[in-house]
């Protein structure tokens, strides 16, 4: 299994970006993104079922962050609108298998700073 991040980058506050998460080498249930601030625990900032029909966001990124999947093609999309200096982490995508038991796989992050 792989999973790939892209799209992170330096933005002012105000702006957007799009990350995106490509995952392989097995079929994935619920997909979400995760991240992790200097000195700060990993923490959700949204997740999505299989289908698309169960989205959840943290508070802080509600009515401004968009979570999609495209099951075709195994990627998943993170847009970020009216960024602001808090949201300044390390981005990581997290990608579940489920069998007898939950496997989580991580990719290795993106960097998304904001410049006040």
């Known amino acids: 299994v792989q999973v790939v991040e892209s799209g992170g980058g330096l933005v002012q506050a105000g702006g957007s970006l799009r990350l995106s998460c490509a995952a392989s080498?097995?079929?994935?249930?619920?997909m979400g993104w995760y991240r992790q601030a200097p000195g700060k625990q990993r923490e959700l900032v949204a997740t999505?079922?299989?289908?698309?029909?169960?989205?959840n966001y943290a508070e802080s990124v509600k009515g401004r962050f968009t979570i999609s999947r495209d099951n075709a093609n195994n990627t998943m999309y993170l847009q970020m609108n009216s960024l602001k200096p808090e949201d300044t982490a390390v981005y990581y995508c997290?990608?579940?298998?489920?069998?007898?038991?939950?496997?989580?796989?991580w990719g290795q992050g993106t960097q998304v700073t904001v410049s006040s």
């Open positions: 997290n990608a579940r298998v489920v069998m007898w038991t939950t496997y989580n796989y």
């Open positions: 999505i079922t299989t289908g698309g029909g169960r989205i």
């Open positions: 080498g097995s079929t994935f249930s619920t």
